[in-house]
């Protein structure tokens, strides 16, 4: 294809789509590598999990406002990051001493964490102390120094032990009132300080990017669709976690109609002006419902609470999506939502239930939905940045795109040191094994630049200092400098070539079409004189015209003909003509 295919008409640029990984800090990587990209090209599709969704959803607003300066935002964030980062996480009242222990323990100010653990388990500690050392005092007397050493070694056990029991205890139940998180993400209690918590201080920033800072509604998923300067839309789409149901959403359309919220929750969650916009929206679309069916509408609510409804996808705030996607377990709070539970009705006199719903992280689900925006033959690009670790053994690798033709198809070996490491290999296994299969594929590994992250960089690492976020910037600079194809070479592999990667996706697309196609050509023969059989008196969908019916049968009957009699040999196998490793087509659901 013509590079000038994928250049935007009016803006002289060329386009492509961009997908960012989870990482809760690692994020601060992405503005300078988004700032780079920018320069050369112009995002048509954005996509991102948990940081990278925040990431996204700025950089779809950036883009949305390039014309009035809305990269000048984002260039901007690295800066306020590397004094405030730890600020923007903000727990409620309850939560701070817990919170201050989890902080103390990042930053390995034992005496702090100790302390920490008695406050917690006050009352209760200091009395265990005290009752362990009473009948040590009463047996040794004034002159037992060896008993009363040992005494008060065994009784601070004692103090730590309860304390941390009964500060566990408490945590749970603190936990289950806040949706497992310490953070709610806006002004906890009410209360806003110098700095916004997380929820504000993005939501100020996709709007400022945006162009419409000071504007009373939020930037819409609406905003977004409707043509810029240049003419073309912005779409953007984030991941969610739906824990209550098992399974990953994409924002912003959770699937139907049947999602509601309460604004009071929300509050916790969101700025106000945010839930207030929501549910003046939700309310509207239900009055219209209650208007049309008059006295069997059902006003919905949970426990005596009113509920409103959820926002249609063009109707949902940006943060909206960004926020439900960044909800890091036990450190920012799951967003709840509510749902008819039409199946468990149990008679037609009787309502179904109401059932309060948890949306968590996205990245437990997807963490690197590299198969956003994905298509057989790319008209443009579609880059993706991974965040991955550090190897000690390759101290000098910090940032890679294999471009090279062979190159990035084997997977990638991690240590797994201690019960904790091998805890987190347990989940990493179990939610990213589909990522990291795809990302290996020819057609998507020459498209994705990973950057490699030592164990005191990103992560849960929210006190990191501004030199260290300053490096982990100018490696996400250096990323954007291989997709973009402007490196002045290196350790780091090869620049990025669109046309070489399509002419892998045309092979990769080849193979899996020839595999697929020729099962099914086989299988035709016996299989339509049963289906041809149906065409009059199908036993599922049978509201279809019978015409549709046919010509469903005819073009499936001329391609897989066509097929059986022209593919006689098979191209797949052949040595050095498909990339490895070998990949499948397959059905899958959409989510």
Not at 77 to 103: H, N, S, Y
Not at 395 to 404: A, G
Not at 480 to 495: C, K, P, V
């Amino acid at each position: 294809m013509p590079q000038e295919a994928a250049t935007g008409q009016q803006t002289g640029l060329l386009e492509c789509d961009v997908i960012m990984k989870g990482g809760i800090t690692s994020g601060v990587v992405y503005p300078q590598a988004i700032l780079t990209l920018a320069q050369k090209y112009r995002f048509r599709s954005i996509g991102g999990t948990s940081a990278g969704a925040i990431a996204a959803a700025v950089t779809a607003a950036a883009e949305h406002g390039r014309k009035a300066g809305g990269f000048s935002t984002l260039e901007a964030m690295p800066g306020e990051l590397q004094t405030d980062l730890l600020a923007l996480f903000q727990p409620t009242r309850k939560a701070a001493p817990w919170f201050g222990i989890v902080t103390a323990a990042l930053g390995k100010k034992w005496l702090s964490i100790l302390w920490g653990i008695i406050r917690l388990g006050l009352p209760w500690g200091p009395l265990a102390f005290l009752v362990a050392m009473a009948p040590l005092v009463l047996v040794a007397g004034p002159k037992g120094w060896l008993v009363w050493s040992a005494g008060v070694l065994v009784s601070l056990v004692f103090l730590f032990g309860v304390s941390a029991f009964v500060g566990i205890r408490r945590l749970m139940r603190l936990l289950a009132q806040q949706d497992y998180g310490l953070c709610p993400g806006s002004c906890p209690d009410g209360e806003r300080g110098a700095i916004a918590p997380l929820s504000d201080w993005l939501s100020d920033r996709i709007d400022r990017a945006a162009g419409i800072e000071g504007r009373e509604i939020p930037l819409l998923f609406r905003d977004l669709k409707t043509p810029g300067a240049d003419g073309k839309p912005v779409s953007l789409k984030t991941v969610t976690t739906n824990l209550s149901m098992r399974r990953p959403h994409t924002l912003p359309d959770l699937g139907d109609r049947n999602y509601y919220f309460d604004p009071t929750e929300f509050r916790r969650l969101l700025p106000k002006r945010v839930v207030d916009y929501m549910q003046q929206t939700g309310d509207a679309r239900l009055a219209e419902t209650e208007a049309r069916l008059g006295d069997k509408f059902i006003w919905p609510t949970y426990e005596g609470r009113r509920l409103s409804r959820f926002p249609e996808p063009d109707d949902l705030p940006v943060i909206v999506a960004a926020r439900m996607s960044l909800s890091f377990p036990f450190l920012i709070s799951a967003v709840p939502l509510y749902r008819v539970d039409y199946p468990a009705r149990v008679s037609d006199d009787q309502p179904a239930p109401m059932r309060r719903l948890l949306f968590s992280d996205g990245g437990l689900s997807s963490n690197f939905p590299i198969h956003f925006f994905d298509s057989l033959l790319p008209m443009r690009p579609t880059f993706g940045i991974c965040l991955d670790e550090w190897d000690p053994l390759d101290p000098k690798r910090r940032v890679r795109l294999p471009m090279q033709a062979g190159s990035g198809q084997w997977q990638g070996i991690g240590a797994v040191r201690g019960t904790a490491a091998f805890a987190m290999s347990l989940m990493d296994a179990a939610k990213d094994w589909q990522d990291q299969l795809q990302s290996r594929l020819a057609g998507y590994r020459e498209r994705i630049v990973h950057v490699y992250l030592k164990p005191d960089e990103g992560g849960m690492n929210l006190t990191m200092p501004a030199e260290l976020i300053k490096g982990l910037g100018d490696l996400g600079g250096r990323a954007g400098e291989l997709m973009a194809g402007t490196s002045a070479g290196g350790d780091d592999s090869a620049n990025f070539d669109f046309t070489d990667h399509q002419w892998r996706r045309v092979l990769v697309l080849y193979a899996a079409l020839e595999e697929a196609l020729g099962g099914a050509a086989k299988a035709w023969p016996h299989v339509r004189p049963g289906i041809e059989a149906l065409l009059k008196t199908p036993p599922s969908y049978g509201s279809s015209t019978l015409a549709d019916r046919k010509a469903v049968l005819a073009r499936l009957d001329g391609l897989l003909s066509y097929v059986d009699a022209t593919w006689t040999s098979e191209l797949r196998d052949k040595p050095a003509l498909i990339p490895k490793p070998s990949c499948a087509l397959r059905i899958s659901p959409d989510y």
